[in-house]
């Protein structure tokens, strides 16, 4: 155990020394990648997203099949870690709720990917508001959700390798993705989404919503299995399931940096405290790190 808690020390140590070089806009607050807790009790957790308005973290459940028992929730939890409610969220009977993943919020709306559309949920009181449906589509395996610099909500398909678009309610395919892309986010510096391979091309993208094209942003180094991405001052922060681990990707250039027990899935970034909540759906668990 102390061998391990050593060696990623010094990997991350080397890794804050290379872009210390590299980048010096990006100065971690510390090089530790510390546990900072351990939050149990969950069931089948695949994605985590920070409320920095109600400090609390959002958790989605896949509960069982992910496909169509209607068993998944949402967890409400504190920022240091106390499960306020378990099933915060629920599907209701016209609109159930089967395998949760990938979570956006949108003013007072919880955008939730799940196995045939995308649900929307209150944040703050946890009622159901809506569903968007994208049965029609016969989708392979909705998986994440942003925002675009459009005001319209995009969502990750990542065995049909396509991008769905949300405009007023209304679903369509806006892209063919050039892999199959799981997890996504949105540049803050330029309004791009920026997608992760699952599988296919190994390579970080970006797609330019207004010109709709796609542009590499650097290789990815993990091997594949990418899930959840965020960006942070410019890094690209992401959970790499192949080598379960966290990397970052500085200037196009992909570096593993913390060691993880377990196959990671969709993170969080709590933008108060500078940590990183990380789910692991087999080990029915969320860690809370140090993010940098």
Known sequence: MLNGIVSALLVMFMFVSAIAAANETWVPLDSTGTLIVAVEGFSGPEAV??????????VSNFNGDVSGD?????????????????????????????????MYIVGDTLWVADADGVHQFNRITGEHMGFV???MFEPGFPNDI???????????DSRKSVLYKIENGVATIATATPFAANGITTNPLDGRLIMVPWSGALEFIEWDVDAQTFTTIGPAAGGGSYDGVEVVDGAIITA?????????????????VVDLPGKPADIAID???MRV????VSLNLVEIRTLQ
């Open 70 to 102: 209607a068993n998944a929730f949402v967890s409400k939890v504190s920022a240091d870690g106390e499960i306020i409610a378990l099933r915060f969220m629920t599907g209701t009977e016209d609109t159930p709720f089967h395998g949760g993943r990938g």
């Open 240 to 256: 790499c399931q192949a080598d379960t681990s966290l990397h970052v990707m500085i200037d196009g250039v992909d570096r593993r």
């Open 133 to 135: 449906d994208l049965s």
């Open 277 to 280: 909540a990380v789910p692991y």
């Open 49 to 58: 997203r920070y409320d920095p308005d109600q400090d609390v973290y959002f």
């Open 146 to 156: 942003t925002l675009g610099p459009d005001g319209n909500m995009y969502v990750t």
């Open 271 to 273: 933008t108060k405290r």
